[in-house]
C-alpha cells in the first residue's frame, strides 16, 4: 500500500511539473517566443485593421497611406529583430525539465533507501500494540541488563575527604560484621551512593528491602528501583518494575516512582499510556522537581505519539519557598518573639507541605536549613534522612541537599556523615 500511495503522489508531482511545459508546445513551438513575434503579430493586425476603416470610410485614403507606413517601419523593425533572436528549442525545456524532475527523484529514492525502512510492513494498531507487548515480555531480567550495560568509569575519589573515606570503610566492616542490620544496611546504601558506588549501594539497598520483607516503605522500594534501573543503563527491568509497582500500591502519589512507571511505558512503545503519567506529573510540579526537566523536554513530542497532537503543556510555575538568608535579614526590624513567631509558621508551612506533596530537592535543602537556623538540628537530620531516601536514585539532587547539610549553622547538623559511623552489634 505505501509503495501505491507513493507512486501516485511521484506520478501526479511529475504531471504538475511537466504539464504546463507540455501544453506550451504548439505544433512543436515553445510557449516562451520572443517579444518580437508578438509584435510583429499585433502590427499585421493593425494593418487589417486600417483597411477596414478604409473601405467603411472611417479614414481619409491620405490618412490609411500615413498608417501604412508608420505600421510599415514598425514591421521592419520587429521583422529585424526577431531575426536575431535565437529560436527557441521547445524539445530542449522540456528534456531539461525532465532531467531535472529524474534527478530530484532518484535523489529521493537513494535517501529512503538509506534512511527509510523499506521492507517495513504496514503495522495497523492492533498490530503496534501486539509488538509493544512482546517487546514488554521480552525485557532482559536485571542481571542480563546490568552485564550488558555500558561500563561505568570508577569514581574519582582524588578529592574526597580522607576522614570521610576511613568513616566509610569502618562502615562497611561494620554491615560486613552484621549484614542483617537494617540501619547499618541503610547507612551503607546513602554513602556509598554519595561516591559513586553504584553497584553496592544497590546491593546494600537490595538487603534493607529484603531485609524489611513486607514491611518495606514506599521510598526504600522506589530508591532500590531507581538504583537497578541505573544499574541497567537506563532500562526498566522486570524487577525494578515489581518494585515500582509495590511502592505506588503503598503511595500512588510517589513522583519517582511514577516518573519511571513512564519511562518504562515509552521503553515498551506505549506512549499512549506514559503520556498521561507524565502530564500529570508535569501539571502537579514543583517545577524544580529534578524529574520536570526531563518531562518538559518530551511531553509535546510524546503528546504527539499517543495521539493528541494540540497539546500545550503548561507553563512553568514558581514555587513556594521556605524561608531563607534573605527573609531572616528582612524581619531586622521586628521583636525577637514576632521574628521567631514568622519564621516558625513559614517552615511548618513547608515542612508540611513536602510531607503531604512532597517537593524539589531545592525545597527540602531549603527546609533543613531553615531547620538548622532556627536550631532544630534534630529534627533536621531527620528531614535529611528522608530527603536522601527520597532522591537516592538523583545524584544531582543528593548534592543540593547534601549543600544544605554542610551548610553554615548555629552547630553542626547531627547526621551519619559528620560523625563517627558507630559499628553494627557483632
Known amino acids: 500500500m505505501f509503495w501505491i500511495v507513493a507512486a501516485a503522489i511521484t ?4 504531471l504538475a511539473i511537466l504539464g504546463p511545459l507540455w501544453r506550451g508546445r504548439e505544433g512543436g513551438r515553445s510557449v516562451s517566443e520572443p517579444a518580437a513575434a508578438y509584435d510583429l503579430r499585433v502590427y499585421r493586425d493593425q494593418l487589417t485593421e486600417v483597411e477596414r476603416d478604409l473601405e467603411r470610410g472611417v479614414i481619409q485614403p491620405e490618412d490609411a497611406v500615413r498608417l501604412r507606413t508608420e505600421i510599415g517601419r514598425k514591421v521592419l523593425e520587429a521583422d529585424r529583430r526577431l531575426s536575431q533572436t535565437a529560436p527557441a528549442t521547445g524539445r530542449g525545456g522540456m528534456l531539461g525539465a525532465a532531467l531535472v524532475l529524474a534527478l530530484m527523484l532518484a535523489g529521493a529514492i537513494v535517501l529512503y533507501l538509506r534512511e527509510g525502512v523499506p521492507g517495513a510492513p504496514d503495522m495497523p494498531l492492533a498490530e503496534r500494540f501486539a509488538a509493544a507487548d512482546a517487546a514488554y515480555r521480552a525485557r532482559p531480567a ?3 541488563a546490568e552485564v550488558a550495560a555500558p561500563a561505568r568509569p570508577a569514581p574519582d575519589l582524588s578529592e574526597a575527604d580522607p576522614d570521610y ?3 566509610v570503610d569502618q562502615l562497611r566492616a561494620a554491615v560486613a560484621r552484621n549484614p542483617d542490620d537494617p540501619q547499618g544496611q541503610q ?20 538487603r534493607l528491602v529484603a531485609l524489611a520483607g513486607d514491611q518495606a516503605d514506599a521510598g526504600q522500594l522506589m530508591q532500590l528501583a531507581s538504583l537497578m534501573v541505573e544499574a541497567a543503563g537506563g532500562l526498566v527491568t522486570p524487577e525494578a518494575e515489581a518494585l515500582l509497582a509495590r511502592a505506588l500500591a503503598l503511595d500512588p502519589g510517589q513522583p519517582q516512582a511514577r516518573y ?5 511505558l515509552i521503553q515498551n512503545g506505549r506512549p499512549d499510556r506514559a503520556f498521561p503519567v507524565w502530564r500529570r506529573l508535569l501539571e502537579e510540579g514543583p517545577e524544580s522537581a529534578p524529574w520536570i526537566p526531563s518531562i518538559r523536554s518530551a511531553i509535546v513530542e510524546l503528546a504527539w505519539l499517543a495521539g493528541d497532537d494540540e497539546y500545550q503543556p503548561p507553563a512553568p510555575a514558581a514555587d513556594l519557598r521556605g524561608p531563607d538568608a534573605e527573609a531572616l535579614a ?41 531547620l538548622r537556623l532556627l536550631g532544630r538540628d534534630d529534627q533536621a537530620g531527620a528531614i535529611l534522612d528522608e530527603a536522601r531516601q527520597r532522591f537516592a536514585g538523583a545524584p544531582e539532587a543528593l548534592a543540593v541537599i547534601e549543600a544544605a547539610a554542610e ?4 552547630e553542626t547538623i547531627p547526621e551519619t556523615a559528620a560523625e563517627p559511623v558507630p559499628e553494627t552489634a557483632p
Open 260 to 264: 519511571l512507571q513512564g519511562v518504562m
Open 330 to 370: 528582612l524581619a531586622e526590624d521586628m521583636t525577637p518573639e514576632e521574628r521567631q513567631e514568622m519564621v516558625e509558621g513559614m517552615v511548618s508551612r513547608l515542612q508540611d507541605r513536602l510531607a503531604t506533596e512532597g517537593g524539589a530537592p531545592e525545597e527540602w535543602a531549603q527546609l533543613i536549613g531553615s
Open 407 to 410: 551548610g553554615p549553622g548555629p
Open 187 to 206: 547507612l551503607l546504601a546513602t554513602h556509598e551512593l554519595r561516591l559513586g558506588n553504584l553497584t553496592a549501594a544497590r546491593q546494600a539497598q537490595e
Open 11 to 14: 506520478a501526479l508531482v511529475s
Open 165 to 167: 573515606l576511613a568513616m
Open 142 to 144: 536485571q542481571a542480563e
